[in-house]
Nanobody
C-alpha cells in the first residue's frame, strides 16, 4: 500500500506565493521520478500537465509556463518533495497532484496523491 499526502494548497491573489509539500509512504521500491502535475478546470485526468519533476539522478524538469517562478526541491530517499510557487498567475489555478514513478524488479508503477487545490484570483 502506497500513500502520497499533499499539503499547502489554497486561495491566493495574483503575484503571491504558495508552497506545496508531498510525502510518500508505503511499499515503494525505487523512485525514478517524483514531482507535481496539475489538472486545470474543465480538463480530464489524461490532460494533466507535468509542472515540475525531480529524477533519481538529481535532475529537474519544469514546464515552460512555470520556469523562473516555480522551484522544486526534495529528497527522494526520504520520499518528500516540495514546490515553491512564486508570482502566481490566474492560469496556475488547478488541482495539483503529487506523483511517483516507482521502478520495481518486474514493472514500473505510477502512484498519485489525492490532489490539492490551488486557486489564484483577485
Amino acid at each position: 500500500q502506497v500513500s502520497l499526502v499533499e499539503s499547502g494548497g489554497g486561495l491566493v491573489q495574483p503575484g503571491e506565493s504558495l508552497r506545496l509539500s508531498c510525502a510518500a509512504s508505503g511499499s515503494i521500491f525505487n523512485i525514478v521520478t517524483m514531482g507535481w502535475y496539475r489538472q486545470a478546470p474543465g480538463k480530464q485526468r489524461e490532460q494533466r500537465e507535468a509542472v515540475a519533476v525531480i529524477t533519481n539522478g538529481g535532475g529537474t524538469m519544469y514546464a515552460d509556463s512555470v520556469k523562473g517562478r516555480f522551484t522544486i526541491s526534495g529528497d527522494l530517499f526520504k520520499k518528500t518533495v516540495h514546490l515553491q510557487m512564486n508570482n502566481l498567475k490566474p492560469e496556475d489555478t488547478a488541482v495539483y497532484y503529487c506523483s511517483v514513478y516507482d521502478r520495481t524488479p518486474m514493472t514500473t508503477e505510477n502512484y498519485w496523491g489525492q490532489g490539492t487545490q490551488v486557486t489564484v484570483s483577485s
